[in-house]
C-alpha cells in the first residue's frame, strides 16, 4: 500500500499504535497462561491489513479520523476486526495442522490442540465484549461475518456437491473465509467515520472483493512465482492438497496433460519430483492465464466501487492496493 501523503501516513500510524495498545489489553486475563497464549499470534505481527483497512474506511466521513470521538470507535473497530482474524488463525492452524504462523511456531504445536483452541474462542469472546460497546448494528454485523467464516470454512471441509461447479464452490468459500471479514472492516470504518451510506456500501464491497482477489493472487503466485521471487515456497497447495483456481481451471482443459494432472492432484503431493512435475504442468497450462484474467477482472470490480468514493489520498490507498494485486503476478 502507497502511502504518498504524510498527513494520512501520521494519521494512520497513530491509530495502528492505538490499535496494537487496544488489542495487548484486551488479551489480558487473570489466568496468566491465558494471557501468554493470546499473546503468542499479537505478538508474532503480521499486516495488519484489516486493522489498517479499516482506518482507512474511517478517512471517509466527515473529518475523517481526526474528529475527536470517532477517532475511538473507528480503532475499537479496528481492533474488533483484527481480534476476530487472529481467532480464526488459532482454529485454522488445527485445522490444518500446522507447525509454524508468522514465523513463529503456531499455537497447537507449541502447546497442543486443546489449547489452541480455547485460545481463539478467547479472542472472539473479547471481540464481542468490545463490539457490544460499539452497538445493536455492529453486533449484529459481526455475528453475521462469524456466520459467514464458519460456513465458508465448512464448504471449503466438505467440498463441492455432485453436480456443483467447482470453481463457484471456490469463490463463494474465498468470499466467505476471506472477503467476509475484510468487508465487515470497511464497513466498520466507515460507518462510525459518519460516512454516508454510498460510502459505506462502496467500503463493504471494495473490501469483499479485494479479499477475493488476494487469496487468488496467493494462488497463482504459489504456482507461477519461484522462491527466490515470491519469498516462499512454491507449491505449498500441491503438499496440502488444496485445489486452487489455477488447478480448477487446468484441470477443465482437455488434453492427455490434464489426464496426469489430475492423477498428480488426486492427493497430496509430498514427492519433490512429484511437485516439480506438477507445477511445470500447471505453469504450461491455459488455466494458470485464465486465473490471472479472473484476478484482473476482480481488480476492475474493486476500481469501480473505489469511483464511488471522493477523491482523497486515503481512496489512492486503496487503489495503489489494487494495482499491486493486478500487477503481482505478471
Same mark, same amino acid.
Given at each position: 500500500?502507497?502511502?504518498?501523503? *504524510? ?5 494512520? $500510524? ?13 488479551? =489480558? ?6 494471557? $501468554? ?16 483497512? @479499516? ?6 466521513? *466527515? ?33 490444518? $495442522? ?54 465458508? =470454512? ?5 467440498? *463441492? ?16 473465509? @476471506? ?17 454516508? =451510506? ?34 516462499? @515456497? ?13 488447478? /480448477? ?15 498428480? /492432484?488426486?492427493?497430496?503431493? @509430498? ?23 479472473? /484476478? ?13 468514493? *471522493? ?20
Amino acid at each position: 500500500m502507497e502511502l504518498a501523503d *504524510p498527513e494520512l501516513r501520521v494519521v494512520l $500510524e497513530r491509530g495502528l499504535t492505538q490499535v496494537e495498545e487496544l488489542l495487548r489489553r484486551e488479551v =489480558q486475563s487473570e489466568f496468566r497462561f491465558l494471557t $501468554e497464549t493470546s499473546l503468542h499470534l499479537v505478538e508474532a505481527g503480521g499486516k495488519r491489513f484489516r486493522s489498517l483497512f @479499516t482506518l482507512l474506511a474511517g478517512q471517509f466521513g *466527515p473529518g475523517g479520523l481526526g474528529q475527536g470521538g470517532r477517532m475511538a470507535d473507528v480503532v475499537r473497530a479496528a481492533a474488533v476486526v483484527e481480534l476476530v482474524h487472529l481467532a480464526t488463525l488459532y482454529h485454522d492452524d488445527v485445522m490444518d $495442522e500446522a507447525t509454524m504462523r508468522r514465523g513463529a511456531v503456531s499455537a497447537n504445536a507449541r502447546w497442543d490442540n486443546t489449547v489452541a483452541i480455547l485460545t481463539g474462542d478467547f479472542l472472539f469472546a473479547h471481540a464481542s465484549r468490545l463490539v457490544a460497546d460499539l452497538g445493536p448494528d455492529a453486533v449484529r454485523i459481526i455475528a453475521r461475518t462469524f456466520a459467514e467464516l464458519v460456513t465458508g =470454512q465448512m464448504r471449503e471441509t466438505l467440498g *463441492p456437491t455432485a453436480g456443483t461447479d467447482p470453481v463457484a464452490h471456490y469463490l463463494a468459500v474465498v468470499a466467505e473465509k @476471506t472477503g467476509s471479514l475484510i468487508a465487515t472492516a470497511g464497513r466498520y470504518g466507515a460507518m462510525f467515520s459518519g460516512a454516508p =451510506q454510498e460510502r459505506v456500501d462502496a467500503l463493504r464491497r471494495f473490501g469483499e472483493v479485494i479479499g477475493t482477489a488476494f487469496q487468488i493472487s496467493d494462488d497463482i503466485i504459489d504456482i507461477a512465482s519461484p522462491a527466490a521471487q515470491s519469498g516462499k @515456497t512454491p507449491g505449498t497447495d500441491l503438499r496440502e492438497g488444496v485445489r486452487t483456481l489455477p488447478m /480448477l481451471y487446468a484441470l477443465a482443459e482437455p488434453g492427455p496433460r490434464v489426464d496426469r494432472l489430475r492423477v498428480l /492432484l488426486a492427493r497430496p503431493l @509430498t514427492d519433490d519430483a512429484l511437485i516439480t512435475e506438477a507445477l511445470r504442468l500447471l505453469r504450461e497450462s491455459p488455466g494458470l492465464d485464465r486465473a490471472v484474467r479472473t /484476478l484482473r477482472s476482480y481488480a476492475d470490480l474493486a476500481r469501480a466501487e473505489l469511483a464511488v468514493l *471522493p477523491a482523497c489520498p486515503a481512496r489512492d490507498a486503496l487503489a495503489s492496493v489494487t494495482d499491486y494485486l493486478a500487477a503481482r503476478t505478471g
